[in-house]
T-cell receptor, first 111, second 110 residues
Framework: DAGVIQSPRHEVTEMGQEVTLRCKPISGHDYLFWYRQTMMRGLELLIY????????DSGMPEDRFSAKMPNASFSTLKIQPSEPRDSAVYFC?????????FGSGTRLTVV | GQQVMQIPQYQHVQEGEDFTTYCNSS?????IQWYKQRPGGHPVFLIQLVKSGEVKKQKRLTFQFGEAKKNSSLHITATQTTDVGTYFC??????????FGSGTRLQVQP
């Protein structure tokens, strides 16, 4: 099993540009989570899905953020337009029962 | 919302010394999970505790869940340099989405 796969690993973009982060969960996992990690705020839950359906998006900072899960093997997190304060490491994680399996993360830098 | 507090924020130990991190909540925790994140890496699941007073061991790591389910601890016996990283506790608040503590960063001096 290749684990949770995220792309890209690193993204540097200019303020105002659209950014799309991608995630492929582990096959058979029915939950998918998007987290953001910063030094100041730690690990924050942004949104999570169960069987491809968004369950709770209350952690999404604002309307600039959106997430989709069109099928069981793929999810995207989009930021449009991006701002410097969005700079962080974004993790995708999936779960079936018990603990999460995290991807390696996408380090986003908005300049 | 519920907050899970972890202490200490940072600890520096000599290799061979013991280490403990504590996770506390003002409200009853549902299930506690523990994760380890190496520098530059991603969180890796260690264990889940469900029952009041539960104690689980993984080699040199001992995990405890408080009797009142309001606190948990992770104890490492005889630390090694491979233990370096940040240890997080997390509560699923009963809804499968984890709320993570602020983490304890462990540094081990060889």
């Amino acid at each position: 099993d290749a684990g949770v796969i995220q792309s890209p690993r690193h993204e540097v973009t200019e303020m105002g540009q659209e950014v799309t982060l991608r995630c492929k969960p582990i096959s058979g996992h029915d939950y998918l989570f998007w987290y953001r990690q910063t030094m100041m705020r730690g690990l924050e839950l942004l949104i999570y899905f169960n069987n491809n359906v968004p369950i709770d998006d209350s952690g999404m900072p604002e309307d600039r953020f959106s997430a989709k899960m069109p099928n069981a093997s793929f999810s995207t997190l989009k930021i449009q337009p991006s701002e410097p304060r969005d700079s962080a490491v974004y993790f995708c994680a999936s779960s079936f029962q018990g603990g999460y399996t995290f991807g390696s993360g996408t380090r986003l830098t908005v300049v | 919302g519920q907050q899970v507090m972890q202490i200490p924020q940072y600890q520096h130990v000599q290799e061979g010394e013991d280490f403990t991190t504590y996770c506390n909540s003002s409200t009853t925790l549902s299930n506690i999970q523990w994760y380890k994140q190496r520098p530059g890496g991603h969180p890796v699941f260690l264990i889940q505790l469900v029952k009041s007073g539960e104690v689980k061991k993984q080699k040199r790591l001992t995990f405890q869940f408080g009797e009142a389910k309001k606190n948990s601890s992770l104890h490492i016996t005889a630390t090694q340099t491979t233990d370096v990283g940040t240890y997080f506790c997390a509560d699923d608040t009963g809804r499968r989405a984890l709320t993570f503590g602020s983490g304890t960063r462990l540094q081990v001096q060889p």
